[in-house]
């Protein structure tokens, strides 16, 4: 596994990248990550490009050894763009608009950020794309971070388009969305607006099925704004190409395994210490890609020694490491401590460790583990994690409501007895797994109700709850009975009802179905219930050990 | 007690219809409740009035038996009337316009939603009104619900009508509501602002005799909108009017004894299964008018089943009951579960528990108790209970802080000990009872003074609070002290200042008054002291019996 | 000390003003503090001013022998001038116009409210500059209260101002507030914006550097807003000039020591009962100025008599204390208890308390007691609270969280053993002292750093903080290590990285320098800490007291 370091050159100067670099090199640390917020160094004023401190910067990288991996700094629009297009700051469901002074404000749907994004990554990708030390890109940071929505007249122009195309006749979608209920009916694609919040003081929800849409157009704004860079980089570049998705810190609004469908390899950055967390987010975006490997683009340096995470990274498959950060920032709004280095440059605790580790070439995280197939997968579905988002809204912990379920329940049961578990979000991923826990996928997919029925009918194990299916893909309840409740569960009501015999059971069904097994728990089922399923249809297996230690 | 159902056919079809109408008939259900919201299924483009499937949804509601209880349509103005006025969305206090999407988007003084309002009123009086099916009608739902008060600008210039009104000179408005005080005096009634909230960030409150006028203001402006509703509806029709007013779920913030002033019943919605919480709003909603009796025109069906709570209905008073609802709603904001089918239309236990009762014909609420004289009566005052939410505002639960207590410290400690009470809105409603509570009245009520006073001389008993008559009628603390102090409490002061020895006493006063007995509680009196303060006073007149147990 | 009380003439009349003005020096009250909200009174409209009231009423208190401090009211602009000029209500962060109907409604930098307020005071000041019963002239009211920061178009440019007269060149400004970082870098002072909230519903923080300058434009302009009337008061009177800042009700947001510095005497207001708030109060009061003296021009009429408290005061060099109130207010926002009558005009245990001191001559208050040198000095650095503040500024608690800490943390601790200190607001403050406290100091300054080296040379005593000096004058850490750190702490780096030795200490360095000794607390340092710290150091020093009891 190698280690990297965010590295910041455009706020400095020769003499002291000479330092750092040296110091960097020292710790074992191969390549630095940069650029990524450099947009107004690079290009301070519109169209005049700076490239000589980025130029040297790189040069100097090479002289000591470093490899580096180069970010498009489009998270932050230079103030001649915010203050000259303040249409491309993004609008929130207040109205809103975004005062220039953070990061990501900018619209992925309005044109004047559009082309200057797309001019910048051009005019990178020419002058870097064929240079040898480049060894990879990020695009952007953070996609979809802080502002995960825009509400501006260019976005409703956009959903509007997207749901006409979805759609195609407006009686259609006022059918489908049920909008008799309470005379929502609209009269043309055109009257509907990005829903705004609908008051100010009172709670009032939209419509789930408006939100549901607005939700996935918002995704798909920013998965065709990360496909627009990687195009243009491909041009010019044979390298590497990827981006860095945070942890579901800014809640899971981005459908993440599109996000990276175009891209080479997983990256995300991670600031936790936690083993099961590291582990989780290690094995999702491993799988976003079948290739059993990712990279962690930033991982948050803490005030104790890292070795043990380290190394757990590098057995989860990691193959690169960024920390973050070589220098804490003296200014700014991430001002403060954590750093390889104090704020008075003298080496840290974690500094020291990764000099010596490197000096006794006694690295525990050296090779990075390929990870094969596991035994046991969980589905991820992005469209049930919004539904519950959606439904839960007026809660902000509940921007993730379903990932946290995933992980702490689920997730958590399975590393708590010292397993791992790899993650699908596609019926196509199915194969290979011995047993698949489904926990709360409320949304309907025709393609995953097929693919779950041939897995246990040839054998697989499958753990879901009693709110599989409950609502078709518009986000409205179904009031059929999906086909898998009757061959796999042997229902014909998809709806249960409770029932006394329940009460103290988590377990509402243990059923056979061809060669497979078929278990459904309550939708409130804790990890201790995951826990115990697991465990039970293991028994129930003649104790074949059906979890992957790493 | 007949049992109706809320049933929404413009949201289904003929086939669905003859389904659910079987279902309702077989389950004993005499009655649905239709239309509330089906303003666009109606008038699908302005001006165009589509009748046929509302005609036929009656017509094979009778084929089945079923008596149809019809609404209008107001609360939801369709998207062409919302998107092409979008004056008639009401502002908050903030000033932010509502965005169409939920319900209630309406402002109750603009002229083109009055207007389509009248329009599709009287085109249903019109068609509907001579009807033998239909034996009632609902004006609206909910009047009140969600945005309360509308501070545009139509809204703005009426309160200074309003204001006009009442005060006639602009010295006289400054000179009650103090406003030398901080320099507040006005120059005239058009420089009058409705009081937006004065700053977004801090928390500030406006002077008080603002507020309450704009409460009262904003209170008549939906009466008068519910008056205008049946006044036409009783130009075409003979059958009972009422509307459907929430439980102070929104707050209570419309004063409902003059909302039902020209309708003909008492009309209440109610989600709660707690004994006493039903209790309350039935005698309360039953004394809105003095005939005994009152409908409730919604009542949420539960997870268990419902038989003891119909009872205690039809126990109290109440002539007809409409459950909601027939079928769980799969799309819209309120989709989910509590329907008496299930999501997927099997009949829950509240279904079979009616269907059993209906073929038993062995029914505990068949009977409609009418409830006469009780003895002890709560006087309730709006101008109160808004002083005291005027004053509490910046908690939200507090909306209704004086409804609470009436309800949780003095109505509870009646229920508690198996008895009832019924409600007094009005000092002309005070003849009858033998014991008055007056709990907490800060607004003081001249007519309610004189009559107080004449009823304890007549030997009546009153309970009060030490706050009783503290400010005069435009939320202003009296400096002087109000008669009936010194007839009732033999108090040349009305102010209690904090004595030692009332430290462990909640009863600051027992006196006697012509035939009569008063006691004053302080104004932190609890349940318990309510409880015993009756005790107290019953065991005081030789143990008679002050209570009726329903 | 003398005692005066707040009287509100504009709101009653000639026959009332007796009544009271009889009542109030029966008490033994000599003197009333008038007018501080009564513009529309002495301005009904725009130019007119309506002396005869104002002058009736002091004519009259002279004939009962009440001296008159005079209060420009110009917190509380009229409706004629609210209305009339819009633009003189400020904006808050999130670019709402405050709204009339509180007080505090005006912006320090906008003409229309400055042209106006100058007007009314020079009209006052000509008016009542000579007459021998004014004896002090109040300032306006608690300046900077309720709206503390205006982000009004007119703010703005004065704040780019502001920061062209401190910086000059723009990439001067880009580089010491770091604005590589994020590419926040500004391509002129014309593109800098107030710090307006950046998105209404994510918590984003703006550039710290930014922050404290806006705080510190903003604290000038209340600042020059107040000196301006000074000026203009002069010109006509010859008596003291004070005015009254709240106890950090609404936030540590005006440096009070410049406010102070062009006045004749400390002023506070203080609605408190705990008797170590008060001496705080009092002690930092007095030390605004040096003269061992201070006014307490509002003080809190509480529900228990205020003997302790007003001989607390006398005894802390309050020279005068102004009671709040005569009479409870029974209208407006401020309406309800709490006055030395009650709202009937009775007299409250206070009054009467008040009037038996002075009929028995034995008030213990009677003599001001004159504060000389004490032995502790604390140093208060307004840039460290607003810096601690900005970092904190999610939390509302937080709007005074270092003046909290050294209340509860620092003065606490030394009032707890009976003592008391003094408060140091500039390096020139530091004389005469014994020990210096300066408790999380972490803006650095230069004066500051010097009088600490040779105060401690000169055998002072110091404890401090281990966030001294950590970031320079822009809110930005340091990354060298500034000179005292070398000479006092015997250090070479400035940042106290964790140790294990260290925690279970809360002193992290003793050292002697010259002839002094200097202790190093944690930052983390609680009352505990603080208290121990000082036992400590007294017996380092031949256990010498430290500390004076008043």
Redesign the interface.
């Known amino acids: 596994m190698k280690i990297g370091v965010a590295y910041?050159p455009?706020?400095c100067n020769f003499e002291q990248w000479k330092i750092d670099y040296q110091k960097i090199k020292e710790a074992g640390i191969t390549t630095i990550r940069i650029a990524e917020?450099?947009?107004?160094?690079l290009e301070?004023?519109r169209g005049e490009f700076h490239w000589s401190w980025l130029d040297d910067s790189i040069r100097l990288a090479v002289e000591y050894g470093l490899d580096v991996i180069l970010c498009t700094?489009t998270a932050?629009?230079?103030?001649?763009l915010a203050?000259g297009e303040p249409g491309i700051l993004p609008l929130?469901?207040?109205g809103?608009r975004?005062?220039?002074?953070?990061?990501q404000?900018r619209c992925y749907n309005t044109k004047e950020y559009l082309d200057c994004s797309r001019k910048i990554v051009e005019a990178m990708a020419k002058r870097y794309g064929k240079r040898q030390e480049i060894i990879g890109w990020q695009i952007d940071n953070e996609l979809g971070g802080?502002?995960q929505r825009c509400y501006c007249s260019n976005c409703e122009k956009e959903f509007q388009n997207f749901l006409y195309e979805k759609y195609g006749r407006i009686e259609e979608l006022n059918d489908r969305?049920?909008?008799?209920?309470?005379?929502?009916?609209?009269?043309g694609f055109e009257?509907i607006?990005a829903?705004?919040?609908?008051?100010?003081?009172?709670k009032?929800?939209?419509?789930?099925?408006?939100e549901l849409e607005f939700w996935r157009f918002s995704s798909r704004s920013i998965v065709r704004f990360c496909e627009m860079q990687a195009e243009i980089i491909r041009k010019y570049s044979q390298v590497l190409v990827t981006t860095n998705t945070d942890s579901f810190a800014w809640g899971d609004c981005v459908n993440i395994y599109e996000l990276f469908k175009k891209l080479d390899i997983g990256g995300m950055d991670l600031y936790s210490e936690d083993p099961c967390e590291i582990a989780f987010y290690a094995d999702l975006t491993r799988c976003l890609k079948n290739s059993g490997r990712f990279y962690m683009m930033e991982y948050g340096v803490a005030?104790h020694t890292l070795d043990r995470e380290l190394a757990d990274l590098s057995l989860s498959g990691c193959e690169f490491v960024s920390l973050f950060k070589m220098n804490?920032?003296?200014?700014?709004?991430?001002?403060?401590y954590n750093g390889l280095l104090?704020?008075?440059?003298?080496p840290?605790t974690n500094y020291n460790m990764l000099k010596d580790k490197k000096n006794q070439n006694s690295c525990e995280w050296k090779e990075t583990k390929e990870i094969g197939q596991l035994k046991i997968g969980i589905y991820y579905s992005f469209d049930s994690s919004w539904s519950f988002s959606i439904a839960n809204w007026e809660e902000k912990q509940d921007r993730w409501i379903y990932a946290k379920y995933i992980l702490e329940k689920v997730y958590g049961s399975i590393y708590e007895t010292g397993a791992r578990a790899g993650f699908l979000f596609d019926a196509e991923q199915i194969n290979g797994y011995d047993t698949i826990l489904v926990p709360r996928n409320v949304i309907y997919n025709e393609a995953l109700e097929e693919a779950l029925v041939r897995f246990v009918e040839d054998g697989g194990n499958l753990i879901t709850t009693e709110d599989l299916f409950?609502k078709n893909i518009?986000n409205?309840?179904?009031?059929?009975?999906p086909a898998c409740y009757i061959s796999l569960f042997n229902k014909t009501?998809?709806?249960f009802?409770?029932e006394i015999d329940w009460k103290d059971e988590s377990v509402l069904i243990k059923n056979t179905f061809g060669n497979g097994r078929v278990w459904v728990l309550k939708h409130s089922a804790d990890a201790e219930d995951w826990k115990k399923a697991m465990e039970g249809l293991a028994n129930t297996c003649n104790n074949i050990v059906l979890k992957d230690n790493l």
Not at 179 to 185: L, Y
Not at 195 to 202: K, S
Not at 328 to 336: I, K, L, Y
């Open positions: 910041y455009e706020r917020f450099a947009w107004s160094k301070p004023v700094p932050c629009p230079p103030n001649w203050c929130n469901e207040k809103e975004m005062v220039f002074g953070k990061r404000h802080e502002r969305w049920g909008n008799a209920f309470w005379s929502e009916e609209y009269q009257t607006k829903p705004h919040e609908i008051d100010g003081q009172l009032l929800k939209h419509n789930p099925s408006l005030s804490p920032f003296p200014w700014g709004q991430e001002q403060g104090s704020m008075s440059g003298r840290t409950i518009d409205v309840y179904l009031t059929d009975t009501d998809h709806i009802l409770p």
